[in-house]
């Protein structure tokens, strides 16, 4: 699976925008990116999933960049409860011996009042 | 409906006591994986079941580490002589259809357990 890279922490206002980033250069046409969040003392939470075009539930919107090599992760409107460690992996879906997930470190976003 | 369960939570443990975590994963999921968590870190791949049959155990730290799922539903990770390095959040994760079907294959996780060895 492609490496990515994440700055390790962000701040956001409650009520604005958060947007993560993730670096993702050496991603195979195959190869899904994917995002999970951990809530302190909690396990991790799937967020969202693309391949290239940008995906939106009711969780996040997805931004992929045309080149696929970069993306965002757009929280609309961020609360309190937000605050986690965001991770981006990038995988292949339903791809055999690519099962596991891979992550990273992260990025621990903190929502401010 | 009902999410992972892990139990327990929490558990201390004697170095050299062996362990025993419980894993029950959303009814009907045929994945399950095991994962390995220290502190600051992102989690780590140790073993993954499909039904009842252990695909791959690459991850598992050492042969002091046993993972069984014998009637393809809830799984246990066995700790023998338990090490101070051990010490751990201990995931689990399951998904609805095995890795080789399409991109629903979501994992959903458990809350972990805890391990602290003394």
């Known amino acids: 699976d492609a490496k990515t890279t994440q700055p390790p922490s962000m701040d956001c206002a409650e009520g604005r925008a958060a947007n993560l980033p993730c670096n993702h250069s050496?991603?195979?046409?195959?190869?899904?990116v994917y995002w999970y969040r951990q809530i302190h003392s909690q396990g991790p939470q799937y967020i969202i999933h693309?391949?290239?075009n940008n995906e939106t539930n009711e969780m996040a919107s997805l931004i992929i960049t045309e080149d696929r090599k970069s993306s965002t992760l757009i929280l609309p409107h961020a609360t309190l409860r937000d605050t986690a460690v965001y991770y981006c992996?990038?995988?292949?879906?339903?791809?055999?011996?690519?099962?596991?997930?891979?992550f990273g470190k992260g990025t621990l976003l903190t929502v401010n009042p | 409906g009902a999410g992972v369960s892990q139990s327990p939570r929490y558990k201390v443990a004697k170095r050299g006591q062996d362990v025993a975590l419980r894993c029950d994963p959303i009814?009907?999921?045929?994945?399950l994986f095991w994962y390995q968590q220290a502190l600051g870190q992102g989690p780590e791949f140790l073993t993954y079941?499909?039904?009842?049959?252990?695909?791959?155990k690459s991850g598992l730290p050492s042969d002091r580490f046993f993972a069984e799922r014998p009637e393809g539903s809830v799984s246990t990770l066995k700790i023998q002589r338990t090490q101070q390095e051990d010490s751990a959040v201990y995931l689990c994760?399951?998904?609805?259809?095995?890795?080789?079907?399409?991109?629903?294959?979501?994992?959903?996780f458990g809350p972990g357990t805890r391990l602290t060895v003394l």
């Open positions: 994760a399951s998904s609805q259809l095995p890795p080789r079907g399409s991109v629903t294959d979501t994992q959903y």
């Open positions: 693309g391949l290239k």
């Open positions: 992996i990038v995988r292949v879906a339903g791809g055999g011996s690519n099962y596991k997930l891979t």
């Open positions: 050496t991603i195979s046409g195959n190869e899904y």
């Open positions: 009814s009907g999921h045929v994945s």
């Open positions: 079941f499909q039904n009842e049959a252990q695909l791959d």
